[in-house]
């Protein structure tokens, strides 16, 4: 950071300290006019997001910016920025930690080139748990504690991390031809992030690992043969449709990604304390909307990518998804020779195999009732 920028850092903080955002300055009796209007005056926070302005998790995003202004009456106002704004979209751990962004909107795996441990907050290996039961984890399990423990203690970095919003289980990808089984995809050339991307390699595929806007072009180039994002509504945006027409969903290689709201923990820990709260508890609030907003949006443009898109739909092939599990089974023993990581991959297992023992003995055959009244849809 320039000198300019870290004076810029003291005097916000200094300004915290002081409690004018809170109303704290209004004690000087002879200045009552002037800590009067200070008083009315926002705090600006300056958050960028890893996504295109165009996509739809810069909505979501944005409604977490409007809860956030609402549940703080204004005292709080975000400037939410998209990648690029700033800093590209893999960096804004390191902006946020710098106190260069005050926030992040991102997920874990982009930076897990620092540290493979990131990816376990939401790409990690697939013990049967689902993205519901794994945003539990992060909030009841004592995830939460261990991604403290990861960011602050082993990596010394100066940022508070939450997590937010269960993501459906991610397609397998595009495909410009059909797939039928893993011999299909090997030696392909294809995208993905994370740990993923060490499942991927091991079965044989060539990775890249591309932030979302770069993506299609790259397919458009040949850098890449085939990729997955997320969902279908950024696919859908991003234009997937018209590099590839095969779009296979139900994978294990991301099942249980959130999105990763980062903090600057300086910035964060001079705010009122009412302030820190609705930062925090509005993420569990957006948490639910953007659940709700995704459902609607993600189900609506699956039906515009096979209708006006013309796409194919199948559901991944078993034996890939078979490959996929082999494969986690073979990376796992690698991750665990780091103690944090064992650690975290042991509070995870215990925390499914209670956990999802009830989620499945207590679930009725959804399927079973679907097919009842939507005879013929689904193709399993």
């Known amino acids: 950071m320039t000198d300019k920028t870290i004076a810029q850092g003291v005097n916000r903080r200094s300004f915290l300290r002081t409690g004018v955002v809170g109303g704290g300055a209004a004690a000087a009796g002879s200045l009552l006019a002037a800590p009067a209007v200070l008083a009315q005056s926002p705090l600006v926070m300056k958050m960028q997001t890893s996504w295109p302005a165009s996509d739809i998790w810069q909505t979501m995003a944005q409604q977490y910016v409007e809860r956030v202004e609402a549940m703080s009456n204004g005292r709080l106002k975000i400037d939410l920025l998209p990648?690029?704004?700033?800093?590209?979209?893999?960096?804004?751990?390191?902006?946020?930690?710098?106190?260069?962004?005050?926030?992040?909107h991102s997920v874990s795996a982009y930076w897990y080139g620092k540290n493979k441990a990131a990816s376990l907050f939401g790409t990690g290996p697939v013990f049967g748990g689902s993205p519901t039961t794994m945003l539990s984890w992060f909030y009841a399990g004592g995830g939460?504690?261990?991604?403290?423990?990861?960011?602050?203690?082993?990596?010394?970095?100066?940022?508070?991390?939450?997590?937010?919003?269960?993501?459906?289980?991610?397609?397998?990808?595009?495909?410009?031809?059909?797939?039928?089984?893993?011999?299909?995809?090997q030696g392909m050339k294809y995208r993905t992030v994370g740990l993923a991307a060490d499942v991927m390699q091991s079965m044989g595929l060539s990775v890249a690992q591309l932030p979302g806007g770069e993506i299609v072009p790259a397919m458009e180039r040949g850098v890449i043969d085939a990729f997955e994002f997320n969902n279908p509504s950024s696919d859908l945006r991003f234009g997937a449709q018209d590099v590839a027409k095969n779009y296979y969903l139900g994978s294990y290689h991301q099942a249980a990604e959130t999105f990763e709201f980062l903090f600057n923990r300086d910035f964060l820990e001079d705010l009122e304390p009412d302030l820190q709260a609705i930062l925090r508890h509005a993420v569990e609030a957006v948490s639910t909307y953007n659940t709700a907003f995704a459902m609607d949006n993600y189900s609506a443009d699956l039906l515009k990518l096979t209708g006006e898109g013309g796409v194919t739909v199948h559901r991944t092939p078993q034996d890939i998804l078979s490959a996929q599990i082999d494969a986690w089974d073979k990376l796992i023993p690698e991750l665990e020779s780091d103690e944090l990581m064992k650690r975290i991959l042991d509070s995870q297992r215990a925390w499914v195999e209670r956990v999802t023992y009830y989620e499945l003995m207590n679930a009725p055959d959804y399927t079973l009732a679907y097919e009842h009244y939507f005879p013929g849809k689904v193709t399993l």
């Open 83 to 104: 990648a690029g704004a700033v800093v590209g979209a893999f960096q804004v751990i390191d902006a946020v930690n710098d106190g260069v962004l005050d926030a992040s």
């Open 144 to 185: 939460e504690e261990f991604f403290r423990e990861l960011v602050q203690d082993v990596m010394g970095m100066n940022v508070v991390g939450l997590m937010g919003f269960p993501m459906p289980a991610q397609p397998f990808g595009w495909f410009k031809n059909p797939v039928t089984g893993l011999a299909d995809v």
